[in-house]
Each structure stands twice: as structure tokens, then as C-alpha cells.
């Protein structure tokens, strides 16, 4: 059974597998990489990468969480700055932020992405979802005139979803149909839209109930 690291040199030791197994990725793909590959890379022995990873796809679950690590890590701290704009500002906020973390480092997550949507790998997102759904929350907490949109809790969870999935596969993809630019553009204006017709139609009911109310014998 694999043993948890615990002192700073083992800790080490697994940060740099799961590393190595990132460039293993973008070098030989999902299927090609080995367990040898990624402990050559990570300058360790295959014996020393058994000790912490019972084999390759256990490497690639820990690379899967260090993704979802970091892209937490963008998410959370721009809620301070996002819940001061319009939505049609605080998206691509947020987006281009998304886009940052996937370009960086030789677009190491970009291509861990590209692999695991081809090779239509389960991509467990949960925990990045939990993360903007708080969003909302502050969002609305911040902007109460929202906080009475019918089917508000539907829409926030399918926006939230479908929009990050929608985001990754979309940069994943060699040849998007859309540019990311226009991806952005047509996210936030959707929300926007929802938001606006929602709003339009609550006081519209408002009116009517109140004029009943003032027809009233």
C-alpha cells in the first residue's frame, strides 16, 4: 500500500512525480506515458515512485487535484474584486483569470486538459463548482436587486457547470470554432440577459399584482 508522505523530503519527492508526470503528459500523451517515464523525469527510481503511487493513474488523480488546487486557488481571491462589478464585467474577470492558469507554466494544465478530454477521462470538477457557487453567493450577498431571480438557484447551478466545462474543452480544442474572446463575450452576455429579462419580469408582476390590489373593490 502506498505510504503518505509526511516529512518535507518525501513531500518532495511526490511534488516531483506529480510534476514529471505533467511533462510525461505533454511528451508521450495519456496513454503512452509509464510509470518509468515519469520517475526518469522526476530523477527518481521506479521503486521510490511505487512507495507514494500504486501506479500511473494514481499519478494522474493527484495531477487531476493539483489542477483543481490551483484553479481554486485563482477563483477565491477575485471574489473581493467581482462582487464590486457588473456582471458583464465580472465574468470575463473571472474567464481571462481561468485562461491565465491554463496558459502558464508552458501550458502545462492546457494540454493535461487536451489529453483527458480526448481520452474522454472522467474530469471531476465538483470542488471547482463549490468554489463558484460561493462566488454567487457574495455576488448576491453584494447585489441583493438579484437575490429574488425565479429559478435563481437552477440557473446559477447550470451557468456555473456548464460555463467552466464549456471554458476548459473550449481551450482544449486545437481548432475552437470560436475564438476565446468571443467564448467570453457570449457567457457573460447570456448571464446578463438571463438576469435582465428576469428582472423585467418581476416587475411586471409586481405591476400587475399592485394594480389588482388597487382595482380591488
Known sequence: MPRIPRQQRAKSTVDSIVEAGFISLSRHGLAGTTTKHIADIAGVSVGSLYEYFRNKEAIYEAMQARFVRDLIGVLQPLTPRIVRLPLTEAIPVLLYDVQALLLRDDQRYLRYAREVFNADVRFELNDVSRSLGDIVVQYLLHNPQYAGLQRLAAMSYIFVNAGMYTVIRHMSDPNPPVTYDDLV??????????????????????????????HRP
Open 185 to 214: 463575450d457570449g457567457l457573460a452576455h447570456m448571464v446578463s440577459h438571463y438576469v435582465r429579462m428576469e428582472r423585467q419580469l418581476a416587475r411586471r408582476q409586481q405591476a400587475a399584482s399592485e394594480g389588482g390590489v388597487a
